[in-house]
C-alpha cells in the first residue's frame, strides 16, 4: 500500500487525508502540536516535531514513505525548508499544497510589507490595532508608542501580556457581522493580517473593507526552489496517488 506522510494543520491538511483515505491510500498526519485542542485528520496522526531535517528524513526512511506532502501553514517557512532538505536526502517526493492568498479588492486600502517587523514598524501613531497574526508575533508589536492592540489568538500568548494590548481568545470561522462589530465595539482603527488566504478568515478583510479601514497585509515567504506548488485539494491527491 502506497505510504503518504501530510505535514498537517490546515484545513487543506485534513481535507487531503480524508480524500486520499478513500482512495485506499495509508495516510500518516503530522501536526507539530503547537495548537491545544487540535482538529484531527482521519487515519493515523503523529504529533510532535522530528528534531529538523535529519530526523524527518531518517523517519521517511524508517517508515518506507513513498510520497510527502507539505500542508502547513503558509507561513510555516522552517517546516517547509525542513521537508525540503529531507526530500532532497531520501529522494522521496515533495509536493507543497497551499490554499490561495488574498487578492486585494477595489475599495480595499491595502499595504503589503515583507515581515511582520516591517508591519509593526508602519504603523500609524497613534492607533488602535487588530492584530491577528498569532500569539507568537505579539512581542513584536509592543512597546509602541501610541499603539494599542486587541490580539485575537487561538491559544493565549506567554505571559506577561503588556498593557497595550487586549488579547481575545477566539477561533474561526468569523463572520462578517461579529467582525464589524468588533472593531466598532473596541474603535479599530487599522487591521494588521497575514495573506493566509482561505474562507474561514476572510471576513475581517470584508469588515475592515466595509468600515474603511487599512490593512497590513503581511506577505508570504517563498516556496524553496524546486519544489512543486499546488493550490488544491484534488491536484494534490491526483499527485500523491502516483
Not at 528524513?57 to 517547509?80: G, S
Not at 497551499?98 to 517587523?117: I, K
Not at 478568515?201 to 506548488?229: H, S
Amino acid at each position: 500500500m502506497r505510504r503518504v506522510l501530510i505535514l498537517g494543520g490546515t484545513a487543506e491538511a485534513r481535507a487531503l487525508a480524508a480524500e486520499l483515505t478513500v482512495r485506499g491510500l495509508h495516510v500518516v498526519s503530522s501536526l507539530a502540536g503547537r495548537v491545544t485542542n487540535p482538529r484531527l485528520p482521519v487515519g493515523e496522526v503523529r504529533e510532535g516535531g522530528f528534531g529538523g531535517p535529519e530526523g524527518l528524513a531518517r523517519y521517511l526512511a524508517d517508515e518506507r514513505i513513498d510520497a510527502l506532502v507539505d500542508a502547513t501553514h503558509p507561513f510555516a517557512a522552517r517546516m517547509t525548508a525542513s521537508a525540503a532538505s529531507a526530500a532532497r536526502a531520501t529522494g522521496v517526493p515533495l509536493l507543497v499544497l497551499r490554499r490561495p492568498g488574498w487578492r486585494e479588492g477595489q475599495d480595499d486600502r491595502w499595504l503589503r510589507v515583507p515581515s511582520l517587523e516591517e508591519a509593526a514598524a508602519r504603523l500609524p501613531r497613534p492607533s488602535r490595532v487588530f492584530l491577528t497574526t498569532g500569539r507568537r508575533s505579539l512581542p513584536l508589536f509592543t512597546g509602541l508608542d501610541g499603539v494599542w492592540l486587541l490580539a485575537r489568538s487561538v491559544d493565549p500568548p506567554e505571559p506577561p501580556v503588556p498593557d497595550n494590548a487586549y488579547v481575545l481568545l477566539d477561533r474561526g470561522p468569523y463572520t462578517v457581522a461579529g467582525e464589524r462589530a468588533l472593531i466598532r465595539e473596541h474603535r479599530l482603527d487599522v487591521l494588521v493580517t497575514k495573506d493566509s488566504g482561505g474562507a474561514m478568515t476572510t471576513a475581517k478583510l470584508v469588515a475592515a473593507r466595509e468600515l474603511g479601514l487599512p490593512v497590513i497585509m503581511v506577505d508570504r515567504p517563498p516556496t524553496p526552489p524546486g519544489v512543486r506548488l499546488v493550490d488544491s485539494v484534488a491536484d494534490a491527491a491526483a499527485w500523491a496517488q502516483g
